[in-house]
């Protein structure tokens, strides 16, 4: 038999699991998504009309056109007619668990973070909260087509749970911080806590577990120093809040030459590649040159900085330079929302204004950023964020019969300036379909309601308070 025969029955012996195939029989796999519009995201951008996805256990098998069909078989076969076949969008900065603080101080509160949000936490987080707040978090993006999402936060295993319950793909950070928090009496009791919590969810297929350093201003210099060997041990990201406010450097106690808080990481030997930053608003030229140089990756956050009024992250100049940048929602408190249609058109039109260029940004590098740009910003690439032989299967499928979505001239100008959550039929993430149809297949609203309406009612009357007391303290001051 010749070589090139020998390796085609070897090949055709693997995939089709029934021994050798001929060239009339068709290959197994498990789903096959056929007639949409596909989206690749690779590296050509291309875009496959009439497009056929073939998926087999946790892997994409094939995509192509529709000759595939006369190759692969499957049980499960998705009709994608008049759907934009697109990777799973990715989520680079989150704190999920605040869904449960959702809506809460919009009173015009100056110092959100230390009058409200700290306090908010210290009294009423708890393992259950953290538990039940992923799970609607979870369902939530599931349904807006988000598979992969980056957290810092606490009780990591309580949030793997319920992720792993909804079948997302997720980056979970324990948070590491220099005063008592829930899940860590004494300070910086989160090294501790993501320990254990690393060797759980080492090899785990959806979740990835890691340190979360909370920033440079509530991390000791020892502490971060500490993290970052212990990451290179355990080969783990470390997930870290930087330049998100003006003057950061004042806040860092250490003395140094650092005149900025990138600098300043770069000085103690804490930033490489396994670094992932939210925020990154205040960076000069030199602290964008310290980043790229050591492979770090971004999160652009444009909505949550908007409503913070905490200024315009230098995102087109980090994209041009081909630096590691995706996007990110932040916290549910931050920005209300966890899907990422909406900070589609903000991560664009917030460029154009800064840089008075409305050329800049286009549709195609949006969904670019929303996708292989948030794998590569959690240097997750080779498995995600573009659908590509070999990597794994998560996949959205967006439909275009809804009337905001008419007509679809663009596919790409369709998806970043006209839909929303609303408009995603299909999530299939490593392989599984856990929303078909708009119907959730893992889990459903109906199971956690109760749970939600809960915390709800627990958390209410001590909000309301809070509220009165940071008013209060702000007509004083002023």
């Not at 994409?60 to 595939?68: K, P, Q, S, Y």
Request: with cysteine; hydrophobic share 40%; proline share 4%.
């Amino acid at each position: 038999m010749k070589l090139k025969s020998l390796v085609f029955s070897i090949s055709a012996f693997l995939l089709s699991g029934c021994g050798l195939a001929t060239e009339q029989q068709k290959y197994n796999a498990d789903v096959i998504i056929n007639n949409g519009q596909i989206l690749t995201v690779n590296s050509a951008m291309q875009v496959i009309d009439d497009g056929v996805v073939v998926i087999k256990n946790d892997e994409i098998l094939a995509v192509g056109t529709v000759e595939l069909l006369n190759q692969y078989q499957a049980p499960k076969m998705i009709d994608a007619k008049d759907g934009i076949v697109i990777p799973g969008m990715i989520n680079a900065h989150n704190h999920l668990p605040m869904i449960a603080f959702r809506g809460l101080g919009e009173e015009g509160i100056s110092n959100r973070l230390f009058a409200y949000f700290f306090p908010l936490e210290s009294e009423k987080l708890s393992r259950e909260l953290i538990y039940n707040a992923t799970k609607l978090g979870s369902i939530d993006l599931a349904q807006s087509g988000v598979t992969t999402y980056a957290d810092m936060y606490y009780h990591m295993d309580e949030m793997a749970k319920a992720t792993k319950e909804v079948g997302l793909r997720a980056v979970l950070g324990e948070t590491v911080i220099k005063f008592p928090v829930v899940d860590a009496k004494q300070p910086y009791g989160g090294i501790e806590y993501a320990k254990g919590f690393i060797e759980e969810y080492q090899n785990d297929p959806l979740i990835t577990p890691a340190y979360a350093p909370h920033a440079v201003y509530t991390v000791s210099k020892e502490k971060l120093q500490e993290i970052n060997q212990l990451s290179k041990e355990a080969d783990v990201p470390v997930l870290i809040h930087v330049a998100e406010f003006q003057n950061e450097e004042t806040r860092i106690k250490d003395p140094t030459k650092a005149t900025s808080p990138v600098e300043y990481l770069d000085e103690i030997g804490v930033l490489d590649e396994r670094v992932v930053i939210a925020h990154g608003i205040h960076l000069s030229e030199r602290d964008q040159i310290l980043l790229k140089e050591a492979d770090v990756g971004i999160s652009y956050n444009p909505m949550a900085n908007a409503k913070g009024a905490t200024g315009i992250a230098p995102a087109w100049d980090m994209y041009r330079a081909d630096m590691r940048i995706g996007l990110g929602t932040d916290g549910p408190m931050s920005s209300n929302q966890v899907d990422l249609w909406r900070t589609l058109s903000y991560a664009a039109n917030m460029q154009r204004l800064k840089h008075s260029d409305r050329t800049i940004m286009i549709p195609e590098q949006v969904i670019e950023m929303a996708t292989i740009g948030g794998a590569k910003a959690l240097h997750m690439e080779e498995k995600i964020g573009s659908l590509e032989v070999g990597k794994k299967a998560d996949i959205i499928i967006v439909e275009t019969q809804s009337a905001n979505m008419m007509p679809n001239y663009d596919p790409y100008a369709t998806l970043v300036y006209q839909a929303n959550p609303s408009n995603v039929d299909t999530t299939i993430v490593n392989g599984k379909v856990i929303m078909e149809n708009r119907k959730m297949l893992t889990v459903t609203l109906d199971d956690i309601r109760g749970s939600v309406d809960q915390f709800e009612s627990d958390i209410a009357a001590f909000a309301k308070e809070l509220s009165k007391k940071a008013i209060k303290s702000k007509s004083l001051m002023d």
